[in-house]
Nanobody, 115 residues
Protein backbone atom coordinates (compact mmCIF):
# COMPACT_ATOMS: atom_id res chain seq x y z
CA UNK A 1 0.00 0.00 0.00
CA UNK A 2 1.32 3.41 -0.97
CA UNK A 3 0.48 6.15 1.50
CA UNK A 4 1.60 9.45 2.95
CA UNK A 5 0.35 10.72 6.31
CA UNK A 6 1.40 14.11 7.67
CA UNK A 7 0.91 15.30 11.24
CA UNK A 8 2.19 17.79 13.77
CA UNK A 9 0.74 21.06 12.53
CA UNK A 10 -0.99 23.60 14.71
CA UNK A 11 -1.35 27.22 15.73
CA UNK A 12 1.72 28.99 17.08
CA UNK A 13 2.81 32.54 17.68
CA UNK A 14 5.57 34.28 15.76
CA UNK A 15 8.90 32.92 16.92
CA UNK A 16 7.47 29.58 17.94
CA UNK A 17 8.41 26.09 16.82
CA UNK A 18 6.70 23.01 15.45
CA UNK A 19 7.86 19.58 14.38
CA UNK A 20 6.05 17.95 11.51
CA UNK A 21 6.09 14.23 10.83
CA UNK A 22 5.26 12.23 7.73
CA UNK A 23 4.90 8.48 7.70
CA UNK A 24 5.36 7.08 4.22
CA UNK A 25 4.55 3.62 2.98
CA UNK A 26 5.73 2.05 -0.24
CA UNK A 27 9.12 1.61 -1.84
CA UNK A 28 8.22 4.42 -4.18
CA UNK A 29 9.01 6.65 -1.21
CA UNK A 30 11.46 4.64 0.87
CA UNK A 31 13.85 4.46 -2.11
CA UNK A 32 13.44 8.11 -3.12
CA UNK A 33 14.61 11.50 -2.08
CA UNK A 34 11.83 13.12 -0.07
CA UNK A 35 10.67 16.63 0.48
CA UNK A 36 8.33 18.92 2.34
CA UNK A 37 6.06 21.13 0.30
CA UNK A 38 3.68 23.84 1.40
CA UNK A 39 0.70 25.62 -0.05
CA UNK A 40 -0.58 28.91 1.29
CA UNK A 41 -4.13 30.08 0.52
CA UNK A 42 -4.42 31.24 -3.07
CA UNK A 43 -0.86 30.26 -3.93
CA UNK A 44 0.82 27.36 -5.68
CA UNK A 45 2.40 24.48 -3.83
CA UNK A 46 6.10 25.12 -3.24
CA UNK A 47 8.96 22.87 -2.27
CA UNK A 48 10.66 24.04 0.93
CA UNK A 49 13.08 21.28 1.92
CA UNK A 50 14.52 18.10 0.45
CA UNK A 51 16.55 15.18 1.73
CA UNK A 52 18.23 12.41 -0.19
CA UNK A 53 18.29 8.78 0.85
CA UNK A 54 21.77 9.37 2.24
CA UNK A 55 20.71 12.46 4.16
CA UNK A 56 21.89 15.31 1.95
CA UNK A 57 19.59 18.29 2.45
CA UNK A 58 18.56 21.43 0.60
CA UNK A 59 16.29 24.30 1.59
CA UNK A 60 14.39 27.12 0.00
CA UNK A 61 15.93 30.47 0.82
CA UNK A 62 12.83 31.48 2.75
CA UNK A 63 13.30 28.72 5.34
CA UNK A 64 17.06 28.25 5.35
CA UNK A 65 18.58 28.37 8.84
CA UNK A 66 15.11 28.03 10.41
CA UNK A 67 13.87 24.65 9.19
CA UNK A 68 15.60 21.27 9.42
CA UNK A 69 14.53 18.24 7.43
CA UNK A 70 15.44 14.72 8.50
CA UNK A 71 14.34 11.18 7.86
CA UNK A 72 14.39 7.87 9.68
CA UNK A 73 14.59 5.14 7.07
CA UNK A 74 14.08 2.43 9.67
CA UNK A 75 10.64 3.81 10.49
CA UNK A 76 9.83 5.35 7.09
CA UNK A 77 9.28 8.71 8.70
CA UNK A 78 10.16 12.17 7.46
CA UNK A 79 10.46 15.13 9.80
CA UNK A 80 10.51 18.90 9.52
CA UNK A 81 11.68 20.87 12.53
CA UNK A 82 10.49 24.45 12.14
CA UNK A 83 11.93 27.15 14.37
CA UNK A 84 11.48 30.91 14.54
CA UNK A 85 8.21 30.68 12.65
CA UNK A 86 6.75 33.77 11.00
CA UNK A 87 3.26 34.46 9.63
CA UNK A 88 4.55 33.88 6.08
CA UNK A 89 5.08 30.23 7.01
CA UNK A 90 1.31 29.76 7.36
CA UNK A 91 0.29 27.04 4.92
CA UNK A 92 -0.75 23.43 4.56
CA UNK A 93 2.39 21.31 4.63
CA UNK A 94 2.72 18.12 2.61
CA UNK A 95 5.38 15.50 2.16
CA UNK A 96 6.13 13.67 -1.06
CA UNK A 97 8.95 12.25 -3.09
CA UNK A 98 11.37 14.25 -5.22
CA UNK A 99 10.02 14.65 -7.87
CA UNK A 100 6.55 14.48 -6.39
CA UNK A 101 4.20 11.62 -7.17
CA UNK A 102 0.98 13.39 -8.00
CA UNK A 103 -1.22 10.36 -7.37
CA UNK A 104 -0.19 10.10 -3.73
CA UNK A 105 -0.59 13.48 -2.04
CA UNK A 106 -1.74 13.12 1.55
CA UNK A 107 -4.13 15.35 3.45
CA UNK A 108 -1.38 17.63 4.63
CA UNK A 109 -1.10 19.31 8.01
CA UNK A 110 -2.09 22.92 8.66
CA UNK A 111 0.45 25.30 10.15
CA UNK A 112 -0.82 28.69 11.26
CA UNK A 113 1.50 31.33 12.63
CA UNK A 114 -0.10 34.29 14.35
CA UNK A 115 1.54 37.69 14.56
Amino acid sequence: QVQLAESGGGLVQTGGSLRLSCVYRGTIFSLSAMGWYRQAPGKQRDLVATISIRGNTNYADSVKDRFTISRDNNYNTLYLQMNNLVPEDTAVYYCNAIPSRSAYWGQGTQVTVSS
